[in-house]
């Protein structure tokens, strides 16, 4: 009897003393983001963040691996953990395009998504001095030479303008730069004749800089209804783009649901908003990691299509 009334006791102190198990997160957060420090995605990932670090009551220590739109902070985070403690930021094209060239190892399945926090407009620039002032202006000076040099930052922009060409009759000649800014300096320089671009060469073109011909988002530009986008101008193609976090597959449920309630609450913040639509450009738009999802796969059919064409 003795040793049974010792043995209850100590199971029961062992009960008493034995810790609750604690709310994802316990320790610091690292994020990857897909693209170079100092860019737009870059500065729209650390706001974020700061505004995550105070809901979740932890440190998120930001690092870049930028490099193929995204791509290769794709690879990296998914071979992580899916504990929640790594995630990645990138764009929604890195899933829903990029896999589809077979130049990555990798498809939507090989991550979870945790939220879309905003959307991207994306145009094609041209050199304040080039020949032209519109789209028509630019196929009329393509057609007349037989090609056009353009400047690429990502794989869907790349078949986005291979796919115009093979429709026009134009040589592309691609040219790959390192990235949006790589890209406008392309533009700026006159290296190229047209030139991929985020929404920051909106700023550009209304102080002269340099000229817009075209937006290849669908929503277009708002406050610049006469640039045409590519749909409008009958090519049937767009570019959906937008900010998306994730995390390795099979991600722990409550780490993954606690990052997304956590960015419902960051994109709501006045110093995220004000960047976005001020600085950035883009546009407000929040979809959960569900929607997310359900976006890229559909939109990964239309680019199927996109495919398709430039391989007949």
């Known amino acids: 009897m003795k040793l049974l009334k010792t043995l209850t006791c100590t199971v029961a102190a062992l009960a008493f003393a034995a810790p609750a198990w604690?709310?994802?997160?316990?320790?610091?957060i690292n994020l990857v983001v897909g693209f170079r420090a100092g860019g737009g995605s870059d500065t729209a990932a650390r706001?974020?963040?700061?505004?995550?670090?105070?809901?979740l009551g932890q440190k998120i220590i930001v690092e870049n691996r930028g490099g193929a739109g995204g791509a290769v902070a794709t690879e990296y985070v998914r071979a992580q953990d899916p504990d929640g403690y790594t995630i990645g930021f990138a764009v929604a094209t890195t899933f829903s395009f990029t896999p589809l060239t077979g130049s990555v190892g990798y498809t939507?399945?090989?991550v979870s998504f945790i939220a879309t926090t905003h959307g991207y407009r994306t145009v094609l620039a041209a050199p304040p001095n080039a020949p032209f002032d519109d789209w028509a202006g630019m196929l009329e000076t393509a057609k007349e030479r037989g090609w056009i040099n353009y400047a690429s930052i990502i794989p869907l922009d790349r078949a986005i303008?291979?796919?115009v060409g093979k429709k026009e009759e134009i040589a592309v000649n691609i040219v790959p730069t390192r990235g949006g800014a790589g890209a406008r300096q392309a533009v700026l320089g006159g290296h190229v004749d047209l030139g991929f671009s985020g929404s920051n060469?909106?700023?550009?073109?209304?102080?002269?800089?340099?000229?817009?011909?075209?937006?290849?988002?669908?929503?277009?530009?708002?406050?610049?209804?006469n640039i045409p986008t590519l749909d409008a101008l009958g090519y049937g193609v767009s570019a959906v783009e937008a900010a998306v976090f994730f995390g390795p597959a099979d991600m722990d449920a409550d780490a993954q649901a606690a990052l997304e309630n956590a960015l419902a609450a960051a994109v709501r913040s006045e110093e995220f908003k004000d960047f976005v639509n001020n600085k950035f450009r883009g546009f407000e738009?929040?979809?959960?990691?569900?929607?997310?999802?359900?976006?890229?796969?559909?939109?990964?059919?239309?680019?199927q299509e996109l495919?398709?064409?430039i391989s007949e």
């Open 47 to 55: 706001i974020l963040a700061t505004e995550m670090e105070s809901a």
């Open 307 to 309: 495919l398709k064409v």
């Open 285 to 303: 738009t929040f979809k959960t990691g569900a929607e997310t999802a359900e976006g890229i796969a559909t939109d990964a059919v239309a680019y």
């Open 22 to 28: 604690a709310e994802f997160p316990e320790k610091p």
């Open 161 to 163: 303008m291979q796919y």
């Open 108 to 110: 939507p399945d090989d």
């Open 201 to 225: 060469a909106l700023p550009m073109m209304e102080d002269g800089a340099l000229k817009v011909v075209a937006a290849l988002n669908p929503e277009g530009i708002k406050e610049h209804a």
